[in-house]
Each structure stands twice: as C-alpha cells, then as structure tokens.
C-alpha cells in the first residue's frame, strides 16, 4: 500500500501567513467598525465647571481662612496682584485659576441638600470668585489626586492643580523678571562702571580692551532676562550698594528705576524701591550681572 503523502517543508508557512492574513482582517473589520459608529454611540464631553469663558474673567479673588484676601485684576496692560500689595503677575502660575472656569466636570458627587461637611465645604478651605462665580474648595478624595469642590448646588471632584493654584502663597503669582519685558533698557550705572546704548550700539563707561560687543550684549541680556528665583516683599534690610536702570516705557516714556543691592552671598538680593519687593537669585549670578571683566587674551604659541 503507498505511504500516504508527507506535508511538504512550505507548510508550517503557509498555515503562518494564513494566520496572519485572518488577523489583519480582524483589525481592519474593527477599524471600519469604529469608523462607522454612530455619532450617538460617542463619548459625551465633560461639561465646564463655569459657562464664563477664560477671556471674559476680568477679575479674581482668593479666599483663604486667616490669610490676607488676595485679589488679581485684568488690566490695559496684563494681568495685576491687587491686594495684598501691588505687583505684577506672571501669568504662567495663573493659568490654573483661569482654566477653572472652564474645568471639565462629570457628574456631581452630590446636589442641593446634601452635607457639605463630609466634603470638607462646610466652610471651604479655599473659596476662589472668578468675576461673579464662586467655586469653593473643600477635603482631597481619599484615592483619587482630586479635591471636592462646589459650584452652585453641585459638589464636583476636579484635578487637584487648580487646588494647589488656589491654595499656594500669593506671592508665588508674583513675576519673576526682575525687569518688565515691555520696558526697553537703555542704560545701566553700576558700582564701577556704567553702560549705555549710543546709535543702537551698548558702550562700556571707563570703556575696557579687549572686550567685544557680543560680551558687553551677552551681559546686558543677562540683564533683561534675570528671573528670580523667588519675589517677597521687601524685608527691610539695609541698601548695600545702588544701582540704577534707565527703560523706555511704553506708558510714559523714559525713566529711571532705583535697585538696590542688600545682599551677595549666599544669595544675591535686590530690592526694588518703587515696587516694595526684593528679588532673590543664585549667588552664582551676582558674577553675571554685577561684573563685566575684560575678556581673556589666548597667548600666541
């Protein structure tokens, strides 16, 4: 009797590519699947918090048990901290206030009636009013980085960011920059020397060689650009040394502001009269700003 016939060695292949010809086709079937699904089937959107839109906040007010009302208001020229003391606002730390309003929310965790003191509402630990629309903050959720909060007669769960916004020290909205980016620097007299812009051109007072442009503008950027690492208001320690800024600004022209220098090390400190604020950076800048040396000769082999 003939031996029946032996599979030949292409059919362990074959059998593969059919496999996986039959599982293309199954994640096609379900791409076209999803593709034609009814638009009732789709996910519904969070609904915002807040019908008020992030462009129509003109004013913001933080309220917190036994600390100051902080206040923030939408001005011609940006934002700007009210109360309790006058500053400018860097807007990047406001971005959570103003993204509050419109906050998705799912469905509320309780409604009108309910007891508010087993959400931590009753009072809130942080109220927040962006123009006429009070959003209260209460307890964090035991599992979830989320804070229970109230808007109305809905207590909602919302991102624990826009708590922390709220709930952070006031001057942490402070601007950093120790020089408003809308002021033009025209001129700097510090201990030692001076600088000024003649022709579009930045001149050393007494003047330095060798030191180039790129080094006398690489220093004036420095200036321009100085970020504290953190703002206060001015403690009232005593001006070590003075220096003074000459800026164009767009409001009223040319004009001159005092800084004072209270400290080098182990930070370097200046103070700002005309604000009432002290700007803290690194030790390792006051080299930065404070020195502009002659620039390093290589010797000729």
């Known amino acids: 009797m003939p031996a029946a016939p032996q599979p030949g060695p292409g059919a362990p292949l074959a059998r593969r590519w059919l496999l996986n010809l039959a599982l293309l086709a199954l994640v096609a079937a379900l791409a076209v699947l999803l593709w034609v699904r009814p638009e009732g089937d789709a996910e519904p959107e969070a609904a915002p918090?807040?019908?008020?839109?992030?462009?129509?906040?003109?004013?913001?007010?933080?309220?917190?048990?036994?600390?100051?009302?902080?206040?923030?208001?939408?001005?011609?020229?940006?934002w700007r901290l009210s109360a309790?003391?006058?500053?400018?606002?860097?807007?990047?730390?406001?971005?959570?206030?103003?993204?509050?309003?419109?906050?998705?929310?799912?469905?509320?965790?309780?409604?009108?009636?309910?007891?508010?003191?087993?959400?931590?509402?009753?009072?809130?630990?942080?109220?927040?009013?962006?123009?006429?629309?009070?959003?209260?903050?209460?307890?964090?959720?035991?599992?979830?980085?989320?804070?229970?909060?109230?808007?109305?007669?809905r207590v909602y769960l919302l991102p624990v960011r826009y708590y922390r916004a709220a709930a952070a020290p006031y001057t942490n909205l402070i601007d950093t920059r120790l020089i408003d980016p809308g002021h033009k620097l025209t001129?700097?007299?510090?201990?030692?020397?001076?600088?000024?812009?003649?022709?579009?051109?930045?001149?050393?007072?007494?003047?330095?060689?060798?030191?180039?442009?790129?080094?006398?503008?690489?220093?004036?950027?420095?200036?321009?650009?100085?970020?504290?690492?953190?703002?206060?208001?001015y403690a009232g320690e005593p001006v070590r040394e003075r220096i003074t800024l000459s800026v164009e600004?767009?409001?009223?022209?040319?004009?001159?502001?005092?800084?004072?220098?209270?400290?080098?090390?182990?930070?370097?400190?200046?103070?700002?009269?005309?604000e009432g604020l002290q700007y803290h950076f690194p030790a390792a800048l006051a080299q930065r700003l404070l020195t502009l040396e002659k620039e390093a000769v290589k010797s000729e082999e």
């Open 187 to 233: 001129a700097l007299a510090l201990p030692g020397f001076q600088l000024a812009l003649e022709d579009g051109t930045w001149r050393r007072t007494p003047p330095l060689e060798p030191l180039s442009s790129d080094r006398i503008n690489a220093f004036v950027d420095d200036w321009k650009h100085a970020r504290a690492l953190r703002v206060q208001p």
């Open 84 to 153: 309790p003391i006058e500053a400018r606002v860097d807007e990047f730390t406001l971005d959570p206030l103003l993204d509050l309003a419109g906050a998705p929310t799912d469905r509320p965790v309780a409604t009108e009636g309910a007891d508010l003191g087993r959400f931590g509402l009753a009072p809130p630990e942080v109220t927040v009013r962006l123009n006429d629309a009070a959003v209260e903050f209460g307890a964090a959720h035991p599992l979830e980085d989320r804070r229970y909060a109230r808007h109305g007669s």
């Open 249 to 274: 600004r767009p409001e009223d022209g040319s004009t001159q502001i005092t800084v004072g220098i209270l400290a080098r090390e182990p930070e370097l400190v200046l103070y700002r009269p005309d």
């Open 49 to 78: 918090l807040t019908p008020l839109a992030r462009d129509a906040i003109r004013s913001i007010v933080i309220t917190r048990a036994g600390e100051p009302e902080v206040r923030l208001e939408r001005r011609e020229g940006g």
